[in-house]
């Protein structure tokens, strides 16, 4: 089992940045972040794999970054130019085994943190 712990999470005005940690027990392989805003689907938002290949959801592209660091098994999610329409509650999750590409749907990710809130104010 892994476990994921995610952090970071916060209230901004638009065009706000925020930075979220994620933060795992155990091995990961493809990690990602999704988000779900209330009454909505979640929905993914970028993703990282074992040899730092990025891929991020068209919306978020050019201003989020994710990262990871390896020897800390933290996953981050650099968030900079915040739209309101970005509220949500943020989730980290990791596959069980090494994936390329690495899945966006989320039924193919395993192991999902409890999230963390960002809300972004007009």
């Known amino acids: 089992q892994v476990e994921l712990v995610e952090s970071g999470g916060g209230s901004v005005q638009s065009g706000g940045s925020l930075r979220l940690s994620c933060v795992a027990s155990?091995?990961?392989?493809?990690m990602a972040w999704f988000r779900q805003a209330p009454g909505k689907e979640r929905e993914f938002v970028s993703s990282?794999?074992?040899?730092?290949?990025?891929y991020y959801e068209d919306s978020v592209r050019g201003r989020f970054t994710i990262s990871k660091d390896n020897a800390k098994n933290t996953l981050f999610l650099q968030m900079n130019s915040l739209k309101p329409e970005e509220t949500a509650i943020y989730y980290c999750?990791?596959?069980?085994?090494?994936?390329?590409?690495?899945?966006?749907?989320?039924?193919?990710?395993?192991?999902w943190g409890q999230g963390t809130q960002v809300t972004v104010s007009s």
């Open positions: 155990g091995a990961t392989y493809c």
């Open positions: 990282i794999n074992t040899e730092d290949v990025k």
């Open positions: 999750a990791t596959t069980r085994g090494p994936t390329y590409p690495c899945p966006q749907m989320e039924h193919n990710y395993e192991y």
